[in-house]
């Protein structure tokens, strides 16, 4: 069988029941009849990493039945969800116990349920990690979009999924067509890179290899909200690709309009990667000035490209005893504001 090495999003609903304050999907829901069907998921190619996202991923009542398709090609899953569903994770949970469950909480309880819109959403949340701990279940934990809202909430939320042994990933606002948003921005710069400062350095200190590569993505998201060239070269639509509700393959979710490279429905997977308009799609990925820093399109780039994070590393907990400073990169000022 041949090496898996593609990695993987299925976006598979743009219905939410959250109304987050950085992302419209809410707004612009897909209808079911439209979403993307078992058929068409049956059509993806092999690969290493699959991200099932949405919108809610569980707000879909087949949501068992693509997980277990899904399997039958993929390596390892993850779902991304609010947490809202706590019934629906844990059955789902129960019948397939490696999968990986992110929970996005923004924050302690009043700033999350403020930013997300769901009433008592944090208590929901933070109950369904509960409830998955009790379990025995191993793959879980949180996700945090970090804004000026929420950056001072950043580092006692690392702490406390540290202390119920979760993992704890990290992003920042971005404008898309997938978020339906293009006026999201950080105003305060240095108090949110201030923050993540502080997470860099707690993950550092660490015993853990694995925290010390989130460091490093960490670190890019500072570079990111300074609006500086990204750090890796993103490879989206070559190692990498999204699948939408309604099965366009598209590169990435960050551009500001959609770039089609075919539609899994209408064609094969073989067909559709090796086509003229996925080459086009490829060479505008090339020439993309977004420059953005999101776990989908970072992660490929940070096994293909291993020893940049690992110098970092080396550099940082070697040569500067676990210590880092947002003002090690020239283009941040001390006296800025």
């Known amino acids: 069988m041949p ?13 939410c029941n959250a109304k987050c304050n950085m992302c419209d999907c809410f707004r612009d829901p897909s209808r079911p009849e439209d979403e993307i069907t078992l058929e068409t998921i049956r059509k993806l190619p092999e690969m290493a990493f699959t991200n099932i996202t949405g919108g809610e991923p569980f707000i879909r009542k087949d949501i068992h039945e693509i997980v ?34 992110r929970i996005s909480i923004e924050g302690l309880q009043e700033t999350n349920d403020t930013i997300r819109g769901i009433p008592d959403g944090f208590n929901r949340g933070y109950g369904t990690l509960n409830k998955l701990i009790e379990m025995g279940h191993t793959d879980v934990g949180f996700g945090m979009t970090v804004q ?57 200190k660490s015993k853990s290899p694995k925290k010390w590569f989130r460091a490093y993505f960490n670190h890019g998201l500072i570079n990111y909200i300074y609006g500086q060239p990204r750090l890796l070269p993103c490879e989206m639509s070559k190692d990498a690709f999204f699948i939408d509700p309604f099965c366009d393959v598209i590169p990435c979710n960050g551009m500001v309009q959609k770039a089609v490279m075919g539609n899994l429905k209408e064609q ?29 399109s970072v992660a490929p780039a940070m096994h293909k490209y291993i020893w940049v994070p690992g110098w970092w590393i080396v550099k940082h907990k070697v040569f500067k005893g676990n210590k880092y400073s947002i003002y090690e990169n020239c283009f941040i000022n001390k006296a800025q504001k």
């Not at 090496?3 to 219905?15: A, E």
């Not at 390892?76 to 059955?91: A, E, K, L, P």
């Open 68 to 101: 277990r398709e899904l399997y039958r090609k993929t390596n390892r899953i993850v779902i991304s969800t609010n947490g809202y569903f706590t019934d629906r994770i844990i059955t789902l949970c129960k019948e397939f116990p490696q999968i990986g469950i």
């Open 268 to 296: 094969s997977w073989d067909e559709l990667w090796n086509s003229e308009q996925a080459d086009k799609v490829r060479e505008c990925v090339k020439h993309c000035d977004r420059n953005c820093w999101m776990i989908g």
């Open 3 to 15: 090496k898996r090495y593609l990695y993987g999003t299925v976006i598979v609903t743009y219905r």
């Open 148 to 204: 000026d809202m929420n950056c001072e909430d950043l580092v006692p939320l690392y702490e406390l999924s540290n202390d119920m042994g979760m993992e704890f990933a990290t992003a920042t606002l971005h404008n898309s067509f997938y978020f339906r948003k293009t006026d999201n921005k950080i105003d305060d710069k240095q108090k949110v890179g201030q923050n993540f400062e502080k997470l860099i350095n707690t993950l550092l």
